[in-house]
């Protein structure tokens, strides 16, 4: 089975903090993003890697940043936390070249901004 | 610009009875369809998916129905159980370039005995 693990569960934060949520996936798959989920408006990508050290923004990457320096590692940044970042964020993994397939996610981590 | 909409917050549906889910999609390129489910405080897990050269697919008590022309499919559970509460997101995708997921905003299903 693929295993996507994220680093915490819950985190809280204090407005104006450096962030950083990480993300690890066990299947050598070569894509990886970044959502949030926030009640009414589904999930939205915030970033997403195709291969190492290669990244593009989603539909919403600004106070965002990543990094991918190990194809099985893929970390999100908050550059300067706000209390509009309070989020569920989750991670996801998949294979990258498919003839259409799906995207497994980690357990997610609920990060509250105070 | 929502591409992808799931336009009912919510739905209520009898135990043993049947679930249908909407969604509709905006962008006529898309040729990949799935639907995730996702119960609190976990991640989505991976239901059905479809691709547009077909208009059915099914998966024991899940059927994804595909209508290119209406840009709508479905997620039909028969028979629905106490399990399956959850809410439940329709994705959309490319088979090929870019792979990323556009997901609706979710609809929330509560099953009641």
Known sequence: DVKVTQ?????????????????????????MFWYRQDPGLGLRLI?????????????IPEGYSVSREKKERFSLILESASTNQTSMYLCASQ???????EAFFGQGTRLTVV | ???????????????????????????????YFLWYKKYPAEGPTFLISISSIKDKNE???????????????????????????????????????????????????????
């Open chain 2, 1 to 31: 610009d929502q591409q992808v909409k799931q336009n009912s917050p919510s739905l209520s549906v009898q135990e043993g009875r049947i679930s249908i889910l909407n969604c509709d999609y905006t962008n006529s390129m898309f040729d």
């Open chain 1, 47 to 59: 970033y997403f890697s195709y291969d190492v050290k290669m990244k593009e923004k989603g539909d």
């Open chain 2, 59 to 113: 998966d024991g008590r899940f059927t994804v129905f595909l209508n290119k022309s209406a840009k709508h499919l479905s997620l039909h559970i028969v028979p629905s159980q106490p399990g399956d509460s959850a809410v439940y997101f329709c994705a959309a995708s490319f088979i090929q370039g870019a792979q990323k997921l556009v997901f609706g905003q979710g609809t929330r299903l509560t099953i009641n005995p």
């Open chain 1, 7 to 31: 680093s915490s569960r819950y985190l809280v934060k204090r407005t104006g903090e450096k962030v950083f949520l990480e993300c690890v996936q066990d299947m050598d798959h070569e894509n």
């Open chain 1, 95 to 101: 294979v990258g070249q498919g003839v259409g397939t």
